[in-house]
């Protein structure tokens, strides 16, 4: 589809040759989803007809298997008569072909009906076949929406990435709004012999996708950040809360008032809370190298190793 509208995830490609070369670039197309709207909706309903007469001529044949060859002509060959009348008739060839097509749908329930049934066979012929052929064909302009939908979504992202005017930051951006392109991206570096790769994607299943095609981690910043700030929120007295595995986490917490004028040494948070030091932190600066015979101050946070079960005790 690309090939056929001139674009490449959008207007990827001119956007990323403008801002390396400075010139302007792009793909020839047949058409541009944005400015020919007509013309992909015709093109449209033009694949909703192939759809159709296709199924109509697996049905013709299963027909013809069964022994069912009255009906095989009538329900099939009649309306592929007519499709073909409209066609000729809109093209002002021809109008005998379509009032070909009118006869046989006529005289298809008069040859195939029963008694009564014959007149109420063509008003049940026509308007199931009417309704049901060009309602199929009429909901083929889901496509169109499709296709603008997706060309306006990638121009956005292609349009957000290039306003740094830098290439990287481009690529990154524009990728990180397209799973096609993230797919890709991480197969080209696979191939390319890269050791670890490292996928942004935008939801579960999309990383699941980026797993099987060879991204050694997959990180969901969303859902991450939003799991994050949860657990901040709801351990009220930690600043920070950093999980290292399932059952231990690395906390940044206040020093207590009650703290305040003792040491390490004489607080003895290890026995007490099960929590190991690691750094202090003061005026912005981080301390590893910890003397535990200093007073600590209100001032200060530590930067703790614990157990996240014992953390509660904390808060």
Request: glycine residues 10%; proline residues 3%.
């Amino acid at each position: 589809m690309g090939a056929i509208t001139g674009g490449f995830f959008g207007d990827f490609l001119t956007q990323a040759v403008l801002l390396t070369t400075g010139q302007e670039f792009a793909l020839p197309g047949l058409f541009t989803p944005l400015d020919d709207t007509l013309m992909i909706l015709l093109g449209s309903m033009a694949l909703g007809l192939v759809h159709i007469i296709t199924g109509m001529a697996i049905s013709f044949v299963r027909k013809l298997q069964n022994g069912a060859v009255l009906d095989a002509v009538f329900e099939e060959v009649t309306w592929w008569v007519v499709f073909l009348g409209i066609g000729l008739t809109a093209l002002g060839i021809t109008n005998l072909v379509l009032y070909l097509g009118i006869l046989l749908v006529v005289a298809g329930p008069l040859i195939t009906g029963k008694g009564f049934g014959k007149v109420t066979g063509i008003f049940a012929s026509l308007y199931n076949h009417i309704t049901g052929y060009f309602g199929d064909i009429l909901s083929s302009s889901r496509l169109m929406a499709l296709m603008l939908a997706g060309s306006v979504i990638a121009q956005v992202f292609n349009t957000l990435g290039a306003i740094p005017g830098n290439i990287i930051v481009f690529i990154i951006i524009s990728m990180a709004g397209n799973l096609e392109a993230s797919v890709m991206a991480t197969m080209l570096c696979k191939e390319l012999g890269v050791k670890t790769v490292i996928v942004k994607c935008s939801s579960e299943m999309n990383c699941k996708i980026l797993s099987k095609v060879g991204a050694d981690r997959t990180v969901l910043p969303e859902s991450e950040s939003g799991v994050r700030l949860a657990k901040n929120l709801l351990t009220s007295g930690l600043i920070d809360l950093i999980e290292l595995s399932p059952d231990v986490s690395m906390v940044e917490l206040d020093v207590r008032p009650e703290w305040a004028g003792k040491s390490l040494r004489e607080l003895d948070l290890r026995r007490k809370y099960g929590i190991n030091v690691v750094a202090i932190m003061q005026d912005g600066a981080a301390h590893v190298t910890i003397d535990p015979e200093k007073p600590l101050q209100t001032s200060m946070q530590l930067v703790v190793i614990a157990n996240t079960a014992r953390l509660s005790k904390l808060v």
